[in-house]
């Protein structure tokens, strides 16, 4: 019979145990993130975007794609340059290409401003210099970035070649004039942000807001996105269709931006 | 004992120090508020239990934050088997409408200032 016993409590012991651990256990477990991708989402093997500059500087004042991705994203409208806060812009030519320019450039060509954004670099500087990973590269190619750990140390925009990177010097919720997205978050004092390739437009299905309102206003084929991996692309199509560069080329970033001239 | 009356006036004055708390909100009718947060009316069901949601939300939406910014991944599997879309500002607050109304009521009873707030929006767009 003492063994029975002794069996008994062992068993009555190890059940109320369990029992006690089950209970909070169930509480902090949860459920799980799925691996399953998106329905709809849009997917590459390498994000890409082609600026078609001779249509482009046709319309020189014109702000479509800056003006749609700035209200998406919530991006502040600072007149200050020092504070500025910039996605996607107009730079003049002699800036954009260093290297094309010269003294004897077409005095047209020289004055204009060309389209310029982040260039999603295959080798993106600030990646390398950003000591908390808060900026990486996606297997797509999408140079991301995480608001949630930059610190605000500014390495990755001294890393920058481009100056594609803008660090927030106050709250900028005060100057966001054009009414505030609530889907999309803004971004708080101290951290660097850019753009993105609209990640948010790409999971529903969307191109990058800049590239669907570019070829509302300017026609088809003035900004074209697609995966630049894909021979039957629509990027790869444009790069036929004439003479494309990059910006700053020599400087081994593969920017990922190609400019037809 | 020695100095019966100074030693019993100082406990005295002690003891109603220390019960202040008690004597004052009995006195004044005021308490802290408590803290009720408004449940929506639309939704009877939350993305996992009530208690789970009251223990951990924080680590919740830390998973989410991680598998959506960093991994690109978009789908939540809750306990009961619904699938949800990870979004504080699509998918919690499409339902808790107005933060003022609900996160904001038991975080400001606790002392809590979460950063969320710092670049989140609700759905009223209410900074």
């Given at each position: 019979m003492d063994g029975s016993r002794r069996a008994f409590l062992k068993t009555a012991g190890c059940a109320i145990l369990g029992a006690g651990l089950a209970a909070p256990i169930a509480r902090t477990v949860g459920g799980a993130v799925s691996a399953d991708a998106t329905p709809g989402e849009l997917k590459a093997g390498r994000w890409a975007i082609v600026v078609d500059v001779r249509k482009c500087l046709?319309?020189?004042?014109?702000r479509a794609c800056i003006d749609a991705c700035h209200v998406a994203h919530n991006v502040p409208l600072i007149k200050n340059p020092a504070h500025e806060i910039k996605w996607i812009w107009k730079e003049p030519f002699k800036d954009t290409f260093e290297a094309e320019?010269?003294?004897?450039?077409d005095k047209g060509l020289a004055g204009q401003h060309v389209l310029v954004l982040?260039?999603?670099?295959?080798?993106?500087p600030c990646v390398r210099v950003c000591p908390t990973k808060a900026t990486w590269k996606r297997a797509d190619g999408i140079v991301m970035m995480d608001q949630h750990r930059?610190?605000?140390?500014r390495y990755c925009i001294a890393g920058c070649?481009?100056?594609s990177r803008s660090f927030?010097?106050?709250?900028p919720r005060p100057f966001i004039?054009?009414?505030?997205?609530?889907?999309y978050p803004t971004r708080m004092k101290g951290v660097v942000e850019k753009c993105t390739f609209c990640t948010e437009r790409l999971l529903k299905g969307l191109a990058p807001a800049c590239v669907e309102v570019c070829n509302k206003v300017a026609g088809p084929g003035t900004m074209t996105f697609g995966?630049?991996?894909?021979?039957?692309?629509d990027v790869v199509r444009m790069l036929k269709t004439g003479f494309s560069i990059r910006r700053k080329p020599g400087l081994g970033t593969e920017p990922q931006i190609f400019y037809l001239v | 004992m020695y100095d019966t009356g100074k030693i019993m006036t100082g406990l005295a004055a002690v003891l109603v120090m220390l019960t202040l708390p008690f004597w004052y909100s009995a006195a004044?009718?005021?308490?802290?508020?408590?803290?009720d947060p408004v449940l929506p009316?639309?939704?009877?069901?939350?993305?996992?239990s009530r208690q789970y949601m009251r223990d951990s939300h924080m680590d919740l939406l830390n998973r989410w934050r991680d598998a959506v910014v960093r991994e690109d991944r978009h789908t939540y599997v809750s306990q009961d088997g619904t699938r949800y879309?990870?979004?504080?500002?699509?998918?919690?607050?499409?339902?808790?409408?107005e933060r003022a109304q609900f996160c904001d009521k038991c975080h400001t009873y606790m002392g809590e200032s979460p950063f969320c707030w710092d670049c989140h929006l609700d759905r009223k767009g209410v900074l």
């Open positions: 046709q319309r020189e004042n014109c320019a010269h003294p004897h450039l982040c260039n999603h670099c295959d080798n993106p930059c610190i605000g140390c070649p481009y100056g927030n010097w106050q709250d004039t054009t009414g505030i997205k609530p889907e995966d630049i991996r894909d021979p039957g692309s | 004044t009718g005021k308490a802290v508020e408590k803290h009316k639309t939704e009877k069901k939350c993305v996992e879309e990870m979004s504080l500002t699509n998918t919690c607050m499409k339902c808790h409408v």
